[in-house]
């Protein structure tokens, strides 16, 4: 069984398109995110849903719009998609938002900007 | 300033060999949260240790062992009897704050096990 799961797993697309992921965990957590992972592996958060209420909102170009439907689901729309773009994107959740929590992490999207 | 330094940036040991990998943070808080991730070549992240700042007592599991030290803000890592499939990046991340949880990952150390 999946806990975190994304898709796609990969996502190839033309500068200037939409696209969305999506992101769904199966662990009853509570609190979900979405983390940037740069070509140096540097990872970097750019949002943080607690019951489908936005938490935390990093500095992100507001072209990135995180819906959340229900607390099971954070997916992620781009819009205008850029070069700079170009990234994986990792999905994770936790139990809450207290920092004790451990987070959980999906298998990330690998997204290439042409 | 960077609150979670990981300054090796790539090891590479040979099997069977002992590693560190070292991890110091900054935080003005007095309760914080300290975690290693690990990130084979697949990508996928992995959970690997929660410490809180309230323990220092280091913690074991098989092969791996974590140091957690606040005199010198340390939370080191260390793999004994290295093997290949230990290869990976291994981000330290730190959460500090009550609410509204932030985590803040380290900028990772690739560990290369050479068979």
């Known amino acids: 069984d999946t806990a975190v799961s994304q898709t796609p797993k990969y996502l190839v697309t033309q500068m200037g398109n939409d696209k969305s992921i999506k992101c769904e965990q199966n662990?009853?957590?509570?609190?979900m995110y979405w983390y940037k992972q740069d070509s140096k592996k540097f990872l970097k958060i750019m949002f943080s849903y607690n019951n489908k209420e936005l938490i935390i909102n990093e500095t992100v170009p507001n072209r990135f719009s995180p819906k959340s439907p229900d607390k099971a689901h954070l997916n992620l729309h781009i819009n205008s998609l850029e070069l700079g773009d170009s990234a994986v994107y990792f999905c994770?959740?936790?139990?809450?938002?207290?920092?004790?929590?451990?987070?959980?992490f999906g298998p990330g999207t690998r997204l290439l900007v042409l | 300033a960077q609150k979670v330094t990981q300054a090796q940036t790539e090891i590479s040991v040979v099997e069977k060999e002992d590693v560190t990998l070292d991890c110091v943070y900054e935080t003005r808080d007095t309760t914080y949260y300290l975690f290693w991730y690990k990130q084979p070549p697949s990508g996928e992240l992995v959970f690997l240790i929660r410490?809180?700042?309230?323990?220092?007592q280091n913690e074991i599991s098989g092969r791996y062992s974590w140091n957690f030290q606040k005199s010198t803000s340390s939370f080191n890592f260390t793999i004994t009897a290295s093997q290949v499939v230990d290869s990976a990046v291994y981000f330290c991340a730190l959460s500090e704050a009550i609410y509204g949880q932030n985590f803040v990952f380290g900028p990772g150390t690739r560990l290369s096990v050479l068979p």
């Open positions: 662990l009853g957590h509570d609190t």
């Open positions: 410490r809180n700042s309230f323990d220092e």
């Open positions: 994770a959740s936790s139990l809450g938002q207290a920092q004790q929590e451990t987070q959980y």
